[in-house]
């Protein structure tokens, strides 16, 4: 059981351009997730998919899209980057109002 | 609003030597708080779960409390391999399809245990 993967573990990218985070989960859980972890400011919610086919908008959603692919597969999407938005982003997985399993993270700097 | 505050943000100890972190939240109807270890560079690994005042739950050296205002990790005789950030989180309100589980987070206690 591999848990919570996420692609990738790095990433540099210049302001306005676009990437994707990958995020898998093999637990078969119902609900993803995206957060955002800065210092000083915590983990923040971006935005989650409560089941397949659902998304929805979390505390800081603004500059990102997410696509629920299938049960397993949610990512996250940045049209055009921007320094702000230079983060560690963890995904998560759990069943419904439950626990959340965490990802390894990807680091994100924004030039 | 509410709020979860964590202290203290960091707290330093000699193995052996026990002691409490504490998270206080004003959540309007709580329906679970959570305790998570985060170690640098890592994702949170999942400790603990607390759904209602008085609850406990205990895990090697790691003992959760739950009252209806705070909550505290007990740490008994830590070791070195105990150094970590820990996290809690409450879960406050459902998503619009009442099927999500949105968490906000505390700022997190740095703990370093010295041997």
């Known amino acids: 059981n591999a848990g919570v993967t996420q692609t990738p573990k790095f990433q540099v990218l210049k302001t306005g351009q676009s990437m994707t985070l990958q995020c898998a989960q093999d637990?078969?859980?119902?609900?993803m997730y995206w957060y955002r972890q800065d210092p000083g400011m915590g983990l923040r919610l971006i935005y989650y998919?409560?089941?397949?086919?659902?998304?929805d908008k979390g505390e800081v959603p603004n500059g990102y899209n997410v696509s629920r692919l299938n049960k397993r597969e949610f990512s996250l999407r940045l049209e055009s980057a921007a320094p702000s938005q230079t983060s560690v982003y963890f995904c998560?997985?759990?069943?419904?109002?439950?626990?959340?399993?965490f990802g390894p993270g990807t680091r994100l700097t924004v030039l | 609003e509410d709020q979860v505050t964590q202290s203290p943000e960091a707290l330093r100890l000699q193995e052996g030597e026990s002691s409490s972190l504490n998270c206080s939240y004003t959540v309007s109807g709580l329906r679970g708080l959570f305790w998570y270890r985060q170690d640098p560079g890592k994702g949170p690994e999942f400790l603990f779960t607390?759904?209602?005042a008085g609850e406990e739950k205990e895990k090697e050296r790691l003992k959760a409390t739950l009252t209806k205002k705070e909550s505290f990790l007990h740490i008994t005789a830590p070791k070195p391999e105990d150094s970590a950030t820990y996290l809690c989180a409450v879960h406050i309100r459902e998503g619009s399809n009442n099927a999500g589980n949105m968490l906000t987070f505390g700022g997190g206690t740095r703990l370093m245990v010295k041997p």
């Open positions: 607390l759904y209602s």
């Open positions: 998560a997985s759990g069943p419904p109002r439950n626990t959340q399993y």
């Open positions: 637990m078969n859980h119902n609900s």
């Open positions: 998919s409560a089941s397949e086919g659902t998304t």
